[in-house]
């Protein structure tokens, strides 16, 4: 069974510092990572989608990289923004014996910026 | 715009009042499902389908129905709920599930409906 987990739980950082959210998971059988970020009482927004072949993806200030052989995964977010203040989690969409497949969420780490 | 809606957003109810959350997407994905998301426990998946006329059990099913008639929608049925289900619960859809999802397939998730049981 996959689990995925994230550290820290939170983060408090000031404005403008780069910053680095983790994510591992135990199964390397698996389609892609995906981040998201979560604003209070709001849906999810895809981030950045990283395909099991692929090592990393970038997307304006952010970056993820993707290490399927050590089961980990981080999103680096460069000179961060009050705006930034939000829930990230982390998702893997895991193939199963016999085809099937399934998207497993970590918990999320709850990020905030402040001024 | 592609989105995929919920109605409603929030609900108050008391237990063993059946209510439906309705989930709609207009991106024809086949692949949809429920999702519900508790502290400390993060996001677990409920019920999902693969096409319409074609669901399964998540992690999480007990006290939940899911029907799939049309394409697009895929609501989330309650026939008696019970405290224990009060929680915030996205729909979300997918362009294919099953064999045919590949390694680009990006999930879409609604707004979520905060259900309290009362």
């Known amino acids: 069974k996959q689990e995925v987990t994230q550290i820290p739980a939170a983060l408090s950082v000031p404005e403008g510092e780069n910053l680095v959210l983790n994510c591992s998971f135990t199964?390397?059988?698996?389609?892609?990572l995906q981040w998201f970020r979560q604003d209070p009482g709001k849906g999810l927004t895809s981030l950045l989608l990283i395909q099991s072949s692929q090592r990393e993806q970038t997307s304006g200030r952010l970056n993820a990289s993707l290490d399927k052989s050590s089961g980990r995964s981080t999103l680096y977010i460069a000179a961060s923004q009050p705006g930034d203040s939000a829930t990230y989690l982390c998702?893997?969409?895991?193939?199963?014996?016999?085809?099937?497949?399934?998207?497993?969420f970590g918990t999320g780490t709850q990020l905030k910026v402040e001024l | 715009e592609a989105q995929v809606t919920q109605n409603p957003r929030y609900l108050i109810t008391v237990t063993g009042k059946k209510l439906t959350v309705t989930c709609s997407q207009n991106m024809n994905h086949e692949y949809m499902s429920w999702y519900r998301q508790d502290p400390g426990l993060g996001l677990r998946q409920i019920y999902y389908s693969m096409n319409v006329e074609v669901t399964d059990k998540g992690d999480v099913p007990e006290g939940y129905k899911v029907s799939r008639k049309e394409k697009r929608n895929f609501p989330l049925i309650l026939e008696s709920p019970s405290p224990n289900q009060t929680s915030l619960y996205f729909c979300?859809?997918?362009?294919?599930?099953?064999?045919?999802?590949?390694?680009?397939?990006?999930?879409?998730f609604g707004p979520g409906t905060r259900l309290t049981v009362l």
């Open positions: 998702a893997v969409l895991s193939i199963l014996t016999g085809g099937g497949n399934k998207l497993t």
């Open positions: 199964d390397s059988a698996i389609y892609n």
């Open positions: 979300a859809s997918s362009l294919a599930g099953g064999l045919n999802r590949d390694s680009t397939d990006t999930q879409y």
